[in-house]
């Protein structure tokens, strides 16, 4: 998917929510787990739930991996499945990526030709060689980690080196590899403040912000110190909405959670277009 194609998503349905899809057998509803394939299953439901009310989708590789072969045959149907009934829908593959040039062309011929995602996150730690060779391909977009909403991310991410932390040195580094129509970054939505300092360096790229929810991130700052004129946010909800249910309507009270979420983003995007058209 274009830049383009992304930006008229967000304009016509009002929202840029992601719906993660982070399944855990442990925490689903009784009923699913009698069926063939669990993960899929639990999957396919949310999946058209919550489609209406959103923009993108992101698996997260780790929870289908866990399952050994049976979880990733379970990934390759959700993509399928989604890429079959919801094409307009951006995928991201939440799968950290990033090792030495062979291997990343390799992890990125494996996620953007055969499993056809949209997008993969890409961490940046062994240099450029790690993230290059997942900016040849056309409409295919990397992911690179910037700052993260993880407690942990302050062991090495906050750093000084020299005048600026490390994630600001990353980020405006990473930049110069790639161009905003082929590389966003992930920034924690627990980090929302710092996203005013990111937006100087970086003020046309897309952020995939996660820890919106669960972890304790506000939908409000992030939108105040992070969207740009193209909004240019990816908000990630996952617990929050795939788990707001545990029954037979679990579904439908994903529904209803994500509904509330694109809620607040049309109530944002509707008041932004409206600053918008007021004549000086």
Request: aromatic share 10%.
């Amino acid at each position: 998917m274009n830049r383009q194609k992304l930006i008229e998503q967000i304009q016509e349905k009002k929202t840029f929510l992601c719906v993660g899809l982070d399944p855990d057998v442990d925490k689903f509803p009784k009923h699913i787990l009698n069926d063939e394939d669990p993960i899929f299953e639990f999957n396919r439901e949310i999946i058209d739930a919550t489609a209406d009310h959103c923009i993108a989708f992101k698996p997260n590789n780790a929870f289908y991996e866990a399952y050994g072969l049976s979880g990733v045959s379970s990934l390759e149907k959700t993509i399928k499945y989604i890429k079959a009934n919801y094409p307009d829908h951006f995928l991201i593959a939440d799968a950290k990526r990033g090792d030495i040039g062979n291997t990343s062309a390799m992890y990125a011929k494996a996620f953007f030709k055969r499993l056809n995602a949209d997008a993969i996150t890409v961490a940046p730690y062994m240099g450029s060689d790690s993230v290059k060779p997942f900016l040849g391909f056309e409409n295919k977009w990397a992911i690179v980690l910037g700052l993260t909403s993880n407690e942990g991310s302050a062991d090495f991410q906050l750093l000084k080196t020299g005048t600026e932390e490390l994630y600001l040195n990353v980020i405006r580094t990473c930049a110069s590899w790639g161009t905003e129509n082929n590389m966003m970054f992930v920034v924690g939505a627990t980090k929302a403040q710092m996203l005013e300092s990111i937006r100087k360096i970086i003020p046309n790229h897309f952020l995939l912000v996660p820890g919106v929810g669960a972890q304790g991130g506000s939908l409000e700052d992030v939108c105040k110190f992070g969207a740009n004129k193209d909004i240019g946010l990816i908000v990630n909800v996952s617990r929050n909405i795939i788990y707001a249910g545990s029954g037979k309507d679990f579904a439908s009270k994903a529904a209803d959670e994500a509904k509330k979420i694109a809620e607040q983003m049309k109530t944002y995007l509707n008041e932004k277009h409206g600053r918008e058209q007021k004549p000086a």
